[in-house]
C-alpha cells in the first residue's frame, strides 16, 4: 500500500456526463499528479499540482480540469465523456516536485 | 518534449534467468529515471530508479544502469523468479523538471 487513495475504484456512465475521480495523497505529500493509462496510449501525464498551485499540464483535453484544494487532496474533472476517455486514471503523490511518485490504485473509468 | 522509447515489448525468461530491459531518451536535459513494476490489475509500484550522477544502482536482486551519453538506460533483473513476472516501466523526468515520460511498457513472463 503506498499510502495514496483513490475514490472511486470504479466509475461506469454515459458518453456526454460528467465524473470526478477523487485522490488523497500521502501523507505529508505537497505534490500530485494525474496520469492516464489506455492500452493503446499506455501511461500518459495529464496534470501536476504542488501546494495548489497547478505546476504542468501534459496531453490534457480541455473537457478535463483538475484542482488541488487546502487539503491537498485533488479531484480530476472529467466532462462530455466520450468512448474513448475509457482508462485508468492513477494519481501519484510526492514530497516534493522532484521527489519519488508513489501511485495509488487507480479509478477504471468505463463510457458506455 | 521527452520521449522515451522501451524494448522489447514482450520478454519470456525461465526461472533463474536474467532479464534485461532497456530504454532510450531524447531530452538530454532528463536527470531522473525510475522503473515501476505493475501487476494485473494493480498500480505502478516503483522497484528502483537512478539519477543522473550515478551510473548504476543495485537492490538485492535488481540494478539499473544508466549511460548518460548514449541516452540510455536498462533495468537488469537476476535470478529471476515467476512472482518477477509482470509488466515493467521505464520513465524519464520530463524537460521542466516535474511530470514523468513513460515507455510503453515490457510484459516479462518467468516461468518455474
Known amino acids: 500500500d503506498s499510502g495514496v487513495t483513490q475514490t472511486p475504484k470504479h466509475l461506469i456512465t454515459a458518453t456526454g456526463q460528467r465524473v470526478t475521480l477523487r485522490c488523497s495523497p500521502r501523507?505529508?505529500?505537497?505534490?500530485v499528479y494525474w496520469y492516464q493509462q489506455s492500452l493503446d496510449q499506455g501511461l500518459q501525464f495529464l496534470i501536476h499540482?504542488?501546494?495548489?498551485?497547478?505546476?504542468a499540464k501534459g496531453n490534457i483535453l480541455e473537457r478535463f480540469s483538475a484542482q488541488q484544494f487546502p487539503d491537498l487532496h485533488s479531484e480530476l474533472n472529467l466532462s462530455s465523456l466520450e468512448l474513448g476517455d475509457s482508462a485508468l486514471y492513477f494519481c501519484a503523490s510526492s514530497v516534493g516536485e522532484l521527489s519519488e511518485q508513489f501511485f495509488g490504485p487507480g479509478t477504471r473509468l468505463t463510457v458506455l | 518534449g521527452e520521449n522515451v522509447e522501451q524494448h522489447p515489448s514482450t520478454l519470456s525468461v525461465q526461472e533463474g534467468d536474467s532479464a534485461v530491459i532497456k530504454c532510450t531518451y531524447s531530452?538530454?536535459?532528463?536527470?531522473?529515471f525510475p522503473w515501476y513494476k505493475q501487476e494485473l490489475g494493480k498500480r505502478p509500484q516503483l522497484i528502483i530508479d537512478?539519477?543522473?550522477?550515478?551510473g548504476e544502482k543495485k537492490d538485492q536482486r535488481i540494478a539499473v544502469t544508466l549511460n548518460k551519453t548514449a541516452k540510455h538506460f536498462s533495468l537488469h533483473i537476476t535470478e529471476t523468479q515467476p512472482e518477477d513476472s509482470a509488466v515493467y516501466f521505464c520513465a524519464a523526468r520530463d524537460q521542466a523538471g516535474t511530470a514523468l515520460i513513460f515507455g510503453k511498457g515490457t510484459t516479462l513472463s518467468v516461468s518455474s
Open positions: 531530452d538530454s536535459a532528463s536527470n531522473y
Open positions: 537512478i539519477r543522473s550522477n550515478v
Open positions: 499540482y504542488y501546494n495548489g498551485e497547478e505546476r
Open positions: 501523507s505529508g505529500d505537497l505534490s
